[in-house]
């Protein structure tokens, strides 16, 4: 539900200013909300990323710069796959849909490739969802939307997302097309980067969702997402389709357990700003004023992810060495405290976590005592 006007005003401006008043915004796309949908209990990352701050920048400013993120490399050689994908209206695009996802249907000899130019975000918004609902209208027609512009609501902030293409099917269904520029050997890809590009579409599908919510009828976005790559070593595309049910279902709990910005901002110290242009003792104030939720996984995910694990080993917190031991250890939240506990210092003998970690301890006590004696 979008925010009110007045509201949403105030709260735009309030981002402005944590931000700082000359700093751009760094646009909020799918793949940040894939990664911070994957950890919801980090507020520091809602706020910055709901603030548009530029986490590698700043991550700089602190002094500890991430690698985080595509090379230039990478990124051309996706710009010039998709290039090649989206050729002469989208033909090759079309025929792999069709392929993939809808046999049954007229072959896609001619498409509908709108314009979806429009003044900023709200605006390419506005003509996507005009798009669409044109495109649902004509049915029995195959539609192209290239990069078309869609809005998310996280955390009472709105996000614009840009999929690499959405299609039309002539039943007037939806689907997302992700166009990625790693393989797909002998027909399968890393795990690892499917996984990625899965949760990334998941993201464009609920935002799509909502778009079709508002429209009478309601037309279908299908769970079942292309996925276009490079066939084995060659440029030559090739897709497979990715079924999202599960990766929507998470982020969409996982996005909706988000505490709202609007609460996370309110809560900051007066005067608090994000702007890498300030003092360095200053700037870490301002980035230490903001709860964060460190794992190890956020090194694959998050830009700020050597400055949070620098700080949390410094804190001796038990997320430093992983969810799963952080969920094993319950109340035991530091290191210091865990080693107190299995040295028989602190901890209620009768709680099994303590029990846990002193048998544990007497074991490896024991061990070390029999190697010593041979």
């Given at each position: 539900?979008?925010?009110?006007?007045t509201?949403?005003?105030?709260?735009?401006?309030?981002?402005?200013?944590?931000?700082?008043?000359?700093?751009?915004a760094?646009?909020?796309?799918?793949r940040?909300?894939?990664?911070?949908?994957?950890?919801?209990?980090?507020?520091?990352r809602?706020?910055?990323?709901?603030?548009?701050?530029?986490?590698?920048?700043?991550?700089?400013?602190?002094?500890?710069?991430?690698?985080?993120?595509?090379?230039?490399f990478?990124l051309?050689?996706?710009?010039?796959?998709?290039?090649?994908?989206?050729?002469?209206?989208?033909?090759?695009?079309?025929?792999?849909?069709?392929?993939?996802?809808d046999?049954?249907?007229?072959?896609?000899?001619?498409?509908?490739?709108?314009?979806?130019?429009a003044?900023?975000?709200?605006?390419?918004t506005?003509?996507?969802?005009?798009?669409?609902?044109?495109?649902?209208?004509?049915r029995?027609?195959?539609t192209?939307?290239?990069?078309?512009?869609?809005?998310?609501?996280?955390?009472?902030?709105?996000?614009?997302?840009?999929?690499?293409?959405?299609?039309?099917?002539?039943?007037?269904s939806?689907?997302?097309?992700?166009?990625?520029?790693?393989?797909?050997?002998?027909?399968?890809?890393?795990?690892?980067?499917?996984?990625?590009?899965?949760?990334?579409?998941?993201?464009?599908?609920?935002?799509?969702?909502?778009?079709?919510?508002?429209?009478?009828?309601?037309?279908?976005?299908?769970?079942?997402?292309?996925?276009?790559?490079?066939k084995?070593?060659?440029?030559?595309?090739?897709?497979?389709?990715?079924?999202?049910?599960k990766?929507?279902?998470?982020?969409?709990?996982?996005?909706?357990?988000?505490t709202?910005i609007?609460?996370?901002?309110?809560?900051?110290?007066?005067?608090?700003?994000?702007?890498?242009?300030?003092?360095?003792?200053?700037?870490?104030?301002?980035?230490?004023?903001?709860?964060?939720?460190?794992?190890?996984?956020?090194?694959?995910?998050?830009?700020?992810?050597?400055?949070?694990?620098?700080?949390?080993?410094?804190a001796?917190a038990?997320?430093?060495?992983?969810?799963?031991?952080?969920?094993?250890?319950?109340?035991?939240?530091t290191v210091?405290?865990?080693?107190?506990?299995?040295?028989?210092?602190?901890?209620?003998?009768?709680?099994?976590?303590?029990?846990?970690?002193?048998?544990?301890?007497?074991?490896?006590?024991?061990?070390?005592?029999?190697?010593?004696?041979?």
């Open positions: 539900m979008p925010l009110p006007r509201r949403g005003t105030a709260l735009r401006q309030q981002l402005a200013e944590l931000r700082g008043p000359d700093v751009p760094k646009a909020l796309d799918a940040a909300l894939a990664a911070l949908a994957a950890n919801p209990g980090c507020r520091r809602a706020i910055l990323d709901g603030a548009g701050v530029n986490k590698a920048t700043l991550a700089s400013a602190l002094g500890s710069p991430s690698a985080f993120g595509q090379s230039q990478a051309t050689r996706g710009n010039a796959f998709e290039a090649k994908v989206k050729a002469d209206g989208g033909a090759e695009l079309l025929r792999l849909v069709h392929d993939k996802l046999p049954a249907a007229e072959p896609p000899a001619q498409a509908r490739v709108p314009d979806l130019t003044i900023g975000p709200e605006g390419r506005a003509r996507t969802a005009l798009a669409l609902r044109e495109a649902g209208e004509a029995g027609e195959w192209l939307l290239d990069h078309p512009m869609l809005a998310l609501d996280v955390a009472g902030s709105p996000a614009f997302l840009e999929p690499d293409a959405v299609v039309v099917h002539p039943d007037g939806w689907t997302v097309v992700e166009i990625k520029s790693f393989p797909l050997l002998d027909g399968s890809a890393d795990p690892a980067k499917v996984g990625a590009a899965a949760r990334q579409a998941a993201v464009y599908v609920l935002a799509l969702e909502e778009v079709a919510a508002r429209m009478e009828p309601s037309p279908e976005v299908r769970h079942r997402v292309l996925l276009v790559c490079p084995d070593f060659s440029n030559l595309p090739t897709a497979s389709a990715v079924d999202v049910r990766q929507r279902a998470v982020t969409g709990r996982q996005l909706a357990r988000l709202r609007q609460d996370i901002a309110d809560t900051l110290p007066e005067g608090t700003c994000f702007d890498p242009g300030r003092p360095a003792e200053e700037l870490t104030a301002a980035v230490e004023s903001v709860p964060a939720t460190y794992a190890p996984e956020c090194l694959a995910a998050c830009e700020l992810a050597f400055h949070c694990r620098d700080r949390s080993r410094a001796g038990v997320t430093s060495l992983g969810r799963s031991v952080r969920a094993e250890l319950g109340g035991l939240t210091p405290d865990v080693l107190a506990a299995a040295r028989g210092e602190v901890g209620d003998p009768e709680d099994p976590t303590v029990a846990a970690l002193r048998k544990a301890a007497a074991l490896r006590a024991e061990a070390l005592g029999a190697a010593a004696c041979r």
